[in-house]
């Protein structure tokens, strides 16, 4: 059984900095593509940035120069580092990972973190 564990949400003031954490575990054979969406209420959930197995980045125009996807594949793990946070980027943030187990390739998402950006 897969099981994505995530971690660092919060409340911040505008221009404040928070990292989000993704950790996978259980019978884990490779990780492509991970990724964090976030979904904000009213709205349908987005890409927020993504990165392959070879460290390929990609973001949202809304986010590009505040922040910053990383993975450490020997933990299985992604993070997001947000910097110069907007009260737009309130949302819940879910991570998501392309996962082979058991000769199988699947998508599996996080649990969900609350952000809040507020003053």
């Known amino acids: 059984q897969v099981q994505l564990v995530e971690s660092g949400g919060g409340l911040v003031q505008p221009g404040g900095s928070l990292r989000l954490s993704c950790a996978a575990s259980?019978?884990?054979?490779?990780?492509?593509?991970m990724g964090w969406y976030r979904q904000a209420p009213g709205k349908q959930r987005a890409l927020v940035a993504g990165i392959t197995s070879i460290g390929s980045t990609n973001y949202a125009d809304s986010v590009k120069g505040r922040f910053t996807i990383s993975r450490d594949n020997a933990k299985n793990t992604v993070y997001l580092q947000m910097n110069s946070l907007k009260p737009e980027d309130t949302a819940v943030y879910y991570c998501?990972?392309?996962?082979?187990?058991?000769?199988?390739?699947?998508?599996?998402w996080g649990q969900g973190t609350q952000v809040t950006v507020s003053s």
């Open positions: 998501k990972m392309a996962i082979t187990a058991y000769s199988r390739t699947s998508d599996y």
């Open positions: 259980g019978s884990i054979f490779s990780i492509n593509f």
